[in-house]
């Protein structure tokens, strides 16, 4: 087997991903020249319409709320730093663990979760909405750019980690790249790692949006192992630099201690396991985890952001808003498919219920908010 070698010069682990032995694209495309395949992927994502709406798209905090809050470009480029430096230590495939993480939310409604859940209870009677299966579906089905098909024609091992999650249902329709969750089998390494880089990138940024906007406070954390255990050194250390470059201390080092543990952890486990094949990793359990005690002191962090941010009244307040449009949106068009731009109004000829969730999926934030008022205010146009 020819060594393929990491961007650090390393030479790539046999259980990593090599692009000369991808599975392959949907449709056959001559060999890319000057890149790999994955490199090739990554850059199709980069270049999406997609990718660039991500830019407008919000988790936590609506897009106008302020211009410093993460949006959910902002979110995917750390997620594919986090995964990339773990991914050159456990030397595995930067450019495809890259790729996952820029395109693993490219499916997401706008107004984060709140969007996500109501049009996933509109769309309920007609197969739902997982916002897993529809980045899935923006790569595969809705980019329009290539003159030959629909969508990006990625690499199976770039889908099959862009499809994080699935119920099986869904995971039954989808054929070759729904198996797994059927057969119990784990994706390539470099899709587990973007996936908890993805944690770790946004239970840390959360913290620094929550405390930035007033909705969190310091004392409060304190009470959260991860956080208070830092933020006692970075007190005894910096205590004359104000709250704010304390706060940017403690979670530059959270980032850095859970960065370190799921390298070390996943190193000793894969050494354990002892892969010598992407299949073998794809049969074996997950490779990529955090140690006990780390992983525990994470969710712990999860569970408190969740309790006091995500529910936060004034959080609650703001997604109960960003539903209802959503929700209002969805039963407008439906009602009347004539109200569709013209694009849409052709693919909702053939699916109703589907073109109108494509359509209000790829909306940001603003947009969203803005169409509604064109479509409910009679003194907008
Ligand atoms: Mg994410």
Redesign the pocket.
């Known amino acids: 087997m020819e060594d393929l070698t990491t961007a650090s010069g390393k030479r790539l682990a046999p259980y990593a991903a090599d692009p000369a032995r991808s599975r392959g694209r949907v449709h056959p495309e001559s060999p890319p020249q000057g890149r790999d395949e994955f490199q090739r992927d990554r850059d199709r994502i980069v270049h999406s319409a997609a990718f660039r709406r991500l830019e407008y798209k919000t988790q936590v905090f609506v897009n106008h709320e302020g211009d410093l809050f993460r949006t959910r470009l902002t ?2 480029i750390e ?1 594919a730093q986090i995964a990339r430096t773990i991914a050159r230590q456990l030397r595995l495939n930067e450019d495809l663990t890259e790729a996952i993480s820029l395109a ?2 490219l499916g997401h409604t706008p107004f984060g979760h709140a969007g996500q859940d109501a049009l996933n209870l509109c769309m309920q009677p007609w197969g739902g909405f997982e916002h897993n299966l529809q980045s899935l579906r923006v790569v595969d089905e809705l980019e329009e750019r290539y003159g030959d098909y629909d969508g990006l024609n990625l690499c199976f091992e770039t889908r099959e980690g862009v499809l994080k999650h699935c119920s099986l249902p869904n995971a039954a329709r989808l054929g070759e790249i729904g198996l797994r969750f059927i057969e119990r089998r784990r994706p390539s390494l470099e899709a587990q790692l973007a996936n908890l880089a ?1 944690q770790i ?2 239970i840390n940024h959360d913290v620094d949006d929550g405390l930035r906007s007033g909705l969190l406070k310091v004392p409060q954390l304190m009470e959260v192992e991860l956080f208070g255990r830092h933020h006692r050194v970075v007190l005894e250390r910096f205590a004359q630099v104000g709250e704010r470059r304390q706060v940017y201390e403690t979670v530059r080092r959270m980032i850095n201690e859970l960065v370190l543990d799921l390298t070390a952890c996943s190193q000793a486990l894969i050494d354990a396991a002892a892969p010598g094949s992407i299949d073998d990793v794809r049969a074996a359990p997950a490779l990529i985890a955090f140690s006990g005690e780390v992983g525990v002191q994470s969710l712990a962090l999860k569970q408190f952001l969740f309790e006091n941010l995500y529910r936060h009244y004034r959080v609650v307040r703001m997604t109960s808003k960003a539903a209802r449009v959503v929700a209002e949106l969805f039963e407008a068009f439906v009602d009347d498919i004539r109200l569709l731009p013209d694009e849409h109004k052709r693919k909702a000829e053939r699916d109703r219920h589907r073109a109108v969730a494509d359509y209000i999926a790829g909306m940001t934030d603003r947009y969203a908010i803005k169409e509604h008022r064109r479509l409910f205010s009679v003194d907008e146009t």
């Open positions: 979110h995917s997620v693993h939310d993805d990138a946004y």
